[in-house]
Every structure is written in structure tokens, then in C-alpha cells.
């Protein structure tokens, strides 16, 4: 059972701006490198997660042990606060371009796709990307597949939302490129445009989400990412989380970060409507 916790009434003004700006840490205003030629997922390896720190001066935050992503999502950590609100979405269809980065696969929208609110905040929708298996886990359970949502505001800040998947039915929204998948093992940074996509066809499924702030994922690891990771865990197909794989570089098949432990002390919320 998720514990409930009760604040005084300071938290209904004050809790998300508390959220967001832990220890003086502001939002992240970095994007993520295009150019995974510099950095693998290979573990203890030169260019591995655990010396990217050590490749580019632009990279020390991902030695950092404050703010770290990905976390593991632990019962005991998580706190409970319908005042938190519920994850408003103005998405809308825009062109986009499909883009094999070599160590995810990245669907950048082309024009205003709309994006989501958060503290009466709107948040641009740029691009969404897969990582095979889970970055982010729940109780130290990993899921088989995560796509993040990336989002900036007008202040440059960053606001990721995440979703996980078990092995099941298809999902809709990757059906609809899977086709396009193939074509694009060699298309590089470049990309292919894809036409008018639709974010709503990224299905959420679920009002309760986990919220904390953290960094990105890849280099530079920056900190300060406004982390929204959706409760529900979808499902995607045997034959979906292939054609993701296959259509990567080599080596970079298996594209999550190692949880980071040495950000456990951070806080992190749920929100549950009504506190159900």
C-alpha cells in the first residue's frame, strides 16, 4: 500500500515550487547530445556510464550524486499528495521527423504539437524517444521498454514525462512507425519526415503519476529535469521492442542508464486523485 501523507495547508501553495527548485537546483536548460559517438551503456567500460563524467568537461554533472536520473521508484520514498494536480495535456497533430540518433530512436515534432501543464505552466512538446529496456524502475523491478517525453518552456527549462511498458499487446502509437523503422537505420541526425503525428496517440492511460526532479539521462546529465513518470505500465509487443532494437548501432541495443543510487535521499511524490 502507497502511504498517504498529510501537510498543513503551507503545502497546497508551497509544495511544487519546493518540487522544483530543491537546494537552489533550477530546471535543466541543456538539451541531450545528438552525437552518441563519444559514450556507450557498456558497463565498466572506457566510455561507460560510470566515466562519462570523465569524457567532456560539459559532462560532470553526470558524476554528480544529488540529482540523478534514472531513480528508483520505492514505496518507502514515495509520498502521496493529490495536491500535486492532475497532468494537463494540450497536445495537438504537427509534423515531425523520425531520427535514428544511433543510440535511441527520436521523433522530433516540426511545429507547435502542444505540450502539457504543470503549476500553470506550459511546457512544448519537442521530441519523444525509446529506451530499451526501462531506465526508471518501481520497487527495483525493471519494465522492457520507456519512452520519454521531452518538453521546454519559454525559460529553456525541461519537463520529461515517462512511460513504461511490459511485454503484451501491440502499442498503438509505435504500430503506426513501425514501418518506418527499417528506413531509417541510416538516415543518421538528419532524419525523415514522417508527416502530421499525432502525440495523442501516445496513450497514458492513467491520472496517477510519480513526480520528482532529477536530470537527463544521457550526456550531459544535466539537472534540474522536471520528471513525471506515469503510474499505469502499458504493454508493447515481442515484435515492436525488436524492430527498436534492431534499428539502433550496434551496442547501443540495450539504451537505459544504471539507476542511480546515490540520489536516493531526493524527494519524490505521487499523485493520486483524492488521495485514493
Not at 533550477?26 to 562519462?52: C, I, M, Q
Not at 505540450?115 to 520497487?139: A, K, M
Not at 497514458?204 to 536530470?215: A, E, M, T
Not at 550531459?220 to 505500465?233: A, D, N, R, S
Request: one cysteine or more.
Amino acid at each position: 500500500m502507497w502511504s498517504v501523507t498529510r501537510r498543513p495547508d503551507l503545502l497546497a501553495t508551497c509544495l511544487l515550487l519546493y518540487l522544483l527548485l530543491p537546494f537552489g537546483i533550477l530546471f535543466a536548460d541543456e538539451s541531450e547530445v545528438e552525437d552518441e559517438s563519444e559514450f556507450t551503456y557498456t558497463r565498466h567500460s572506457e566510455k561507460g556510464p560510470e566515466n562519462w563524467a570523465n569524457i567532456n568537461p560539459h559532462w560532470k554533472a553526470c558524476g554528480s550524486r544529488k540529482l540523478q536520473s534514472p531513480i528508483d521508484l520505492v514505496n518507502e520514498r514515495v509520498e502521496v499528495s493529490p495536491m500535486l494536480g492532475g497532468l494537463k495535456r494540450t497536445y495537438k497533430p504537427a509534423p515531425a521527423v523520425i531520427k535514428n540518433r544511433g543510440h535511441d530512436i527520436t521523433v522530433t515534432w516540426q511545429g507547435d504539437a502542444g505540450g502539457v501543464v504543470i503549476n500553470r505552466t506550459e511546457y512544448q512538446l519537442l521530441q519523444c524517444h525509446w529506451h530499451t529496456p526501462s531506465e526508471h524502475t518501481v520497487d527495483e523491478k525493471r519494465f522492457k521498454m520507456e519512452i520519454h517525453l521531452v518538453h521546454k518552456n519559454l525559460a529553456g527549462q525541461i519537463s520529461v514525462v515517462g512511460i513504461l511498458y511490459k511485454l503484451g499487446r501491440p502499442d498503438p502509437f509505435l504500430a503506426k512507425i513501425l514501418q518506418l523503422l527499417e528506413n531509417i537505420k541510416t538516415c543518421g541526425h538528419k532524419g525523415t519526415n514522417i508527416g502530421v503525428v499525432d502525440p495523442w496517440d501516445i496513450k497514458f492511460g492513467s491520472r496517477k503519476y510519480f513526480r520528482y526532479v532529477g536530470s537527463l539521462t544521457v550526456p550531459p546529465c544535466t539537472e534540474g529535469v522536471l520528471w513525471t513518470i506515469l503510474k499505469k505500465v502499458r504493454t508493447v509487443s515481442q515484435e515492436q521492442m525488436r524492430a527498436l532494437r534492431d534499428a539502433v548501432h550496434d551496442g547501443f541495443e540495450d539504451n537505459a542508464r544504471p539507476i542511480q543510487r546515490n540520489s536516493g535521499t531526493m524527494p519524490v511524490y505521487m499523485y493520486r486523485p483524492g488521495g485514493d
